[in-house]
């Protein structure tokens, strides 16, 4: 409900503009898609504790997660491709805290540089979840 809501308000502040910002709404869409509420700002809230509240708030964040859930029970690996940065480092956090892990996992993207290898290397050597 809460992303349904969220997108309808997307759609008509875009139909208040003449004519609508095209892209800019697009781009808002793609991230209402992840999570109607930004992870920036729950990355920066220093009392967020509540994942799962957040987690059924976003469709395809559940979704994933009980895929997750799956193959954490057969004690398998995977691998999760997120778009963006923030929502990267969110889920980061909410994989190690709800899944118990020691460290939470690491991330691969533009910034990761020449450490690629070795968290690949890290990642086939790790037998667990």
Not at 41 to 53: G, I, K, Q, T
Not at 70 to 97: C, G, R
Request: avoid cysteine; proline fraction near 5%.
């Amino acid at each position: 409900r809460e992303q349904a809501n969220a997108y309808l308000e997307a759609v008509n502040r875009a139909k208040e503009q003449n004519p609508p910002p095209m892209l800019f709404i697009l781009h808002k869409l793609r991230g209402i898609s992840l999570h109607p509420v930004d992870p920036e700002s729950v990355l920066a809230e220093a009392n967020f504790v509540s994942y799962d509240s957040y987690i059924a708030g976003s469709a395809r964040l559940t979704k994933a997660i009980q895929i997750l859930d799956s193959i954490q029970a057969k004690n398998e690996k995977a691998l999760m491709f997120i778009e963006t940065i923030a929502m990267q480092h969110l889920m980061a956090e909410i994989i190690k805290k709800r899944y118990r892990l020691s460290k939470r996992p690491d991330i691969i993207n533009g910034k990761t540089g020449d450490r690629i290898q070795r968290l690949v290397n890290d990642f086939q050597e790790e037998s667990d979840f």
